[in-house]
């Protein structure tokens, strides 16, 4: 229950600021898990995902959470960049794995297709890269990945100020690493990935490792959000700017830190992911919202603007256990 309502509270946040910095549509991307309530007007049940206005948006209707443990998500919409279908995660009941599907499956071709036991052998990849050979992916040795991630590790330092701890090797996985991670950096300093891995995989967890490998794993731990937040971000960028193909990964957290920066400023998206992401991970949330303290000050927000945006970002404090 408290953690619906604030998933409920978190949406009405990002709506807000959506319309704030003129995003006037949201992509609605009902999960494929198990069937909502029918009450609700629109449900996963019938649609794909969706196109939405967010001024029009009801809560609890047409935008999620649509039911108890809802994992349905949204996207904000853009007219005309992406022309691609894209791809959609779902979760195998019987082994627990992560497979794709194309973007427009609605849930009751799903059904038939996992739940009925219907055909799924065009469906059975379990990581994105395998899905992808026509772009060019394929699997890839031990050997081809620290050749790659070596060039990394030369390239990173454009992005970060310290330099990386990788051990210089990497451990392929065959499956999924703890039944849903693409890659690990482990505490050795070894890099643990998937066969498929992307080369943002490599990107990710190389950001870690001039990151949080620089202190105790109690430290990533107490600020594990910040830590996953700005490491992807600083990732999306990256691979954006040297068009690198990837997989996103922690999307909430991403917005929020992408909101922040359309709202007020600090530079591109680029420039602000770099100066976050080098501040050192003890101190990395309390000055996010130092920052964002003094630019609602700046902008004279009003008290339930200013308590808004603040309940937004702890969305990015702490981590899993606390
Ligand atoms: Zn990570």
């Given at each position: 229950m408290i953690c619906n309502q604030s998933i409920l509270i978190f949406y009405?946040?990002?709506?807000?600021?959506?319309?704030?910095?003129?995003?006037?549509?949201?992509?609605?991307?009902p999960a494929l898990d198990?069937?909502?309530?029918?009450?609700?007007?629109?449900?996963?049940?019938?649609?794909?995902?969706?196109?939405?206005?967010?001024?029009?948006?009801?809560?609890?209707?047409?935008?999620?959470?649509?039911?108890?443990?809802?994992?349905?998500?949204?996207?904000?919409y853009f007219d005309?960049?992406?022309?691609?279908?894209?791809?959609?995660?779902?979760?195998?009941e019987e082994t627990g794995k992560t497979y794709f599907v194309p973007g427009n499956?609605?849930?009751?071709?799903?059904?038939?297709?996992?739940?009925?036991?219907?055909?799924?052998?065009?469906?059975?990849?379990t990581s994105p890269m395998e899905?992808?050979?026509?772009?060019?992916?394929?699997?890839?040795?031990?050997?081809?990945?620290?050749?790659?991630?070596?060039?990394?590790?030369?390239?990173?330092?454009?992005?970060?100020?310290?330099?990386?701890?990788w051990s210089g090797n990497i451990n392929v996985h065959k499956d999924l690493i703890d039944g849903d991670a693409m890659g690990v950096k482990e505490w050795s300093?070894?890099?643990?990935?998937?066969?498929?891995?992307?080369?943002?995989?490599?990107?990710?967890?190389?950001?870690?490792?001039?990151?949080?490998?620089?202190?105790?794993?109690?430290?990533?731990s107490e600020h594990q959000f910040i830590e996953e937040g700005t490491v992807e971000f600083l990732k999306q960028q990256i691979c954006a700017e040297r068009n690198i193909r990837n997989i996103g990964a922690y999307e909430d957290k991403v917005l929020i830190l992408k909101t922040i920066n359309d709202s007020f400023g600090y530079g591109t998206d680029l420039e602000f992911a770099k100066e976050i992401f080098n501040v050192p991970l003890p101190d990395r949330y309390q000055w996010l919202v130092d920052k964002v303290d003094e630019s609602l000050r700046n902008a004279n927000a009003s008290f339930e603007d200013y308590n808004d945006v603040m309940f937004f970002l702890k969305a990015l404090e702490g981590g899993e256990n606390g």
């Open positions: 009405r946040i990002i709506h807000r600021c959506l319309l704030l910095i003129g995003i006037d549509a949201d992509v609605v991307f198990t069937p909502p309530p029918k009450s609700f007007a629109l449900s996963p049940v019938i649609v794909p995902p969706v196109i939405v206005q967010v001024a029009a948006y009801e809560l609890l209707s047409i935008a999620p959470p649509f039911h108890v443990h809802c994992r349905s998500t949204t996207v904000p005309d960049e992406f022309d691609a279908v894209g791809e959609r995660a779902a979760r195998d499956m609605t849930y009751k071709e799903w059904e038939k297709v996992f739940v009925n036991s219907g055909d799924k052998s065009q469906f059975t990849p899905k992808s050979n026509e772009l060019g992916y394929t699997i890839r040795t031990k050997e081809e990945f620290e050749n790659i991630t070596n060039s990394i590790k030369s390239d990173i330092t454009n992005y970060a100020n310290n330099h990386s701890k300093c070894d890099i643990a990935v998937i066969a498929s891995a992307d080369d943002g995989v490599l990107w990710h967890e190389m950001l870690h490792s001039c990151s949080a490998s620089y202190y105790l794993p109690n430290v990533y």
